[in-house]
C-alpha cells in the first residue's frame, strides 16, 4: 500500500511560504564567502609623504634588505626559526624574490588619520589636494598597486567635520584630474567606528559626493576599522558590527581591526600591547563569528616593531653590523609568527608599517599556503569528482558552498603569487574553470 501523508499541500502551504521567506532573507545577510580577491597586506603612509611611484621604491627597499640580511633560503629560513627543508626554503625565496620584483605592495593606504596627525586646516586642505594630484599621475603612469584608499579621520565630534572636508577635497581634485575616473579598488577608511550612526553618515556623504563629480551611485566604497571594545560590544550587550554593515547600505566590503587602539582601549598597558594579546584574540573571534559567510573580508592588524637596525651609515663596524642583523631577524621573526596566528585564524590581510616588513609578510603567507596546498588539492579534486558524478546521475549537488570555499584557498594562492595556476591544475579543474572564481558555475558548465 502506497504511504498518504496526513498533512495537504494547501495546509502546508503557508509554513513552507514562511519558512521560503526566512530562508531567502538569511541567504541575502549570509551571501557566503566572497570570491572578490582580497590584497594580503595594506601598508600604510601618511597621506603627505605619498608619490606616485611609492609602491615601486617602497619594493626597491624591501627587495634590498633581503638580499642584505637574507640573501637565500637557508638564511631566511633561520632568521625565521622557520624549520623548513632546504628545496621548500629555496623555493620560497624564490617566490618572494619574484613577488618583490613584480607587485611588492597589494593595497597602499593614504594616510591622514594616525599616520599623519593633527595639523592646521590649511596644511591638511593642501595635503589632500597634492595627494590627490600624486594619486592621478598614478593612475595615468599605471604606478599605482592593485589596491589603494585613503584613511580619513574618525566621525567623532572633534574631527567629523575635518574628515568629512578631507573627503570632499581629496575626491575632488582625484576625480577632477582624472576625468571622473577612480582607481581600481578604491576605499575609504572610516577608523574608531563606535556607532552605526558614524557609517551612516560616511555613507551619505558618499552619496553627496557621487552626486557632484556625477560618479555612478555605489562606487565609493567603505572600510571600517574596529578599535575600541564598544565596536565589538555595544551597551546593550550586543555586538554591533552587523548594524554596522547595514548602515553601510552596500558599500562595505572590509573590517580592519586596529590592535594598539583597541588594546589601549581595553585598558592594557603599553608594553602589553601586542598583536598576540589574547584581549585581541577575543575581538578578533567576535569579529570572525559575527562576520562569517557575509561576505565581508577582514584584516588583522600590524606587528609593531620594526625590522630596522640600531646603527645607521657606510662605515660600520663588524659588531655593528651584527647587531644591526640581530635587530632586522628578531622583528621579522616576531612579524612571522604574528602573521601566521592570524592566518590560521582565518584572516588573510594584515597590516605592514614599513617595506622591511613585506618580508615576513610574504614569508607567512607564502609557507602557510604551499604547505597546505597537497592537501587541499587532494580535498578540491575529490570534492570535483563529487559534484561531476552527481551531475552524471542528476542528482543536486547541494554542498557548493564548501566547494567554493576549497577554490578560494587557489584564488587566494594565486592572486598573491604564493601558488601557481600550473599547480592549482593538480586539482581536477581548468584554467579557464579557474577563472571564472566561481564553484557553482563550474557546476552549471560541467552540468551543460
Known sequence: MKPVPSLTPTELSPVIDRLSNANRDFLKRYPGESNRRQPVHVVYGGAHLFKADTARRLGAVS???????????????KALGADWSPPFATDLHARITAKLDREPVEDFRLDFEDGYGSRPDAEEDA?????????????????????????????NEDTRARSMRTMDLFLTTLVGLTGNRLPDNFVITLPKVQLAAHVAAAESVCDLLEAHPRLPNGTLRLELMVETPQSILDRDGVCPLQSFIAAAQGRCGSVHFGVYDYTASYGITAAWQAMGHP??????????????????????????????GPHRGGDLTPQQLAENRTAVHGAWKLAFDDNLHSLRQGLYEGWDLHPAQFIPRYAAVYSFFLSALPAATGRLKTFVEKAAQASLFGDVF?????????????????????????EALATGLTLEEIRTRSFQKILEARRG
Open 63 to 77: 627587495r634590498k634588505t633581503l638580499t642584505q640580511y637574507a640573501p637565500d633560503g637557508d638564511s631566511l629560513a
Open 127 to 155: 595635503h589632500a589636494v597634492s595627494s590627490a594630484r600624486e594619486v592621478a599621475d598614478g593612475l595615468a603612469a599605471a604606478t599605482l598597486p592593485p589596491f589603494l584608499g585613503i584613511r580619513i579621520k574618525p566621525f
Open 279 to 308: 584581549a585581541c584574540d577575543f575581538a578578533r573571534t567576535v569579529m570572525t563569528v559575527a562576520l562569517a559567510g557575509t561576505g565581508v573580508h577582514l584584516s588583522d592588524g600590524a606587528t609593531n616593531i620594526l625590522p630596522v
Open 398 to 422: 547541494d554542498d557548493a558552498a564548501t566547494g567554493q570555499g576549497l577554490l578560494n584557498f587557489f584564488l587566494r594562492g594565486i592572486a598573491c603569487g604564493a601558488i601557481t595556476e600550473a
